[in-house]
């Protein structure tokens, strides 16, 4: 734990750690629990009771009293509502971000630690490599990254789950064992009982897997910086519900840079927690460059172009006219608008944006 703060230099004085009551996140929360206690800083488990077995309620029930036996606080988040037919195993990762996430911002909880760990990287890859992801999903879970406005932290990447079992034993701690881990429904499960045939075969093992991951991860540290250079030269934003760039500058982008920067406007202004499919944001970016792009709705955004550029302004909710009048009354109390010649579509996202934080 020491190392990992040392690298990453994660500034938060509490940590919620996600807790399932399996062996990597239990492990996580204690050793965290540890680490926080001598560095002045406090840990939060959260458990998240998805509702879809029978034994789901007596599992986080008994993280509750575990973390309690320890001293650590916790709580116990609830899926509520219908749950989907089909595609229940990713459906249940994003209800169990949403929830763990929307307790830390209502908490005023800044960093939340999963715990994933080298295996985990090593299965993500292969996963990711057999959907024929590109250097960015190859590059696969980040040590640190963020969603929904809170910092993930991913401590154990270079830790074996044998030794985070190890090390519960030495604690006395048992740790619940998720049937859904032997489904061979799950593709993540048929490559986690392919791995050991892998390394025994090609002498491919988990560790040089997640080393690539490592490589990978520097490649895409690259360009996202270039990334945040070009946003910084080149886009305009106008309150994260707007953005801009001039066609000619977009056009004289690599198209790897293109897919990159319109995949990183559609994420802010969108606030979506991920880009839209990949190849939905090609598409439109070999439309935009061609003469005859008509504007499109992606990832909650509509990308159009006006004035000589390409514009990504959030999609209206609830659209409203919003007559010359309005605005011009509208730019008197916000003056930052006054002369700056804006489409139609960013002046209704300004408005609303405006009229909900009010609300609120």
């Known amino acids: 734990m020491e190392a990992f703060f040392e690298k990453y230099q994660v500034a938060a004085d509490k940590i919620a750690v996600g807790v399932s009551g399996g062996a990597d996140s239990l492990a996580l929360a204690l050793r965290l629990n540890d680490w926080a206690k001598k560095n002045g800083k406090k840990v939060v ?3 998240v009771d998805h509702g879809l077995r029978p034994e789901s309620r007596s599992e ?3 993280v509750a009293e575990l973390m309690a036996k320890f001293g650590i606080e916790h709580h116990i988040l609830t899926w509520l509502g219908e749950k989907p037919q089909k595609g229940i195993e990713e459906a249940a990762r994003r209800a169990r971000y949403d929830l763990v996430l929307g307790w830390c ?10 715990g994933h760990h080298m295996r985990d990287q090593a299965e993500t890859f292969l996963l990711r490599l057999i959907r024929g992801s590109g250097v960015y999903g190859l590059s696969g879970m980040l040590p640190v990254s963020s969603m929904q406005g809170v910092t993930i932290i991913r401590p154990q ?3 074996n789950p044998e030794d985070l079992r190890a090390y519960l034993t030495e604690c006395a701690v048992c740790w619940v064992e998720d049937p859904s881990n032997r489904c061979d429904d799950f593709l993540r499960v048929k490559i986690r009982k392919f791995l050991p045939t892998l390394e025994q075969a090609l002498g491919l093992d988990g560790k040089r897997l997640a080393s690539t991951c490592a490589t990978l991860a520097n490649t895409r540290n690259f360009i996202e910086s270039e990334i945040g250079d070009i946003m910084f030269r080149y886009v305009q934003n106008y309150d994260d519900v707007g953005m801009k760039i001039l066609c000619s500058q977009f056009k004289s982008l690599h198209k790897e840079l293109q897919f990159r920067l319109l995949s990183a406007m559609i994420k802010i202004v969108g606030e979506q927690a991920y880009a839209p499919e990949s190849e939905e944001i090609s598409r439109v970016c070999q439309t935009l460059n061609s003469e005859n792009y008509q504007g499109r709705t992606l ?3 509509e990308i159009f172009v006006a004035q000589q550029s390409i514009w990504v302004v959030k999609e209206a909710k609830n659209p409203t006219v919003l007559s010359k009048s309005a605005w011009d009354e509208f730019v ?10 804006l489409p139609y579509k960013l002046r209704v996202a300004i408005v609303e944006k405006c009229m909900n934080q ?3």
């Open 45 to 47: 488990a959260l458990s």
């Open 60 to 62: 986080v029930e008994y």
């Open 105 to 114: 911002r209502e908490n005023g909880v800044s960093c939340y630690a999963t």
């Open 157 to 159: 990447l270079d830790d």
């Open 299 to 301: 990832g909650g955004c």
């Open 332 to 341: 008197l109390y916000h003056r930052q608008y006054r002369r700056l010649e």
């Open 358 to 360: 009010n609300r609120s």
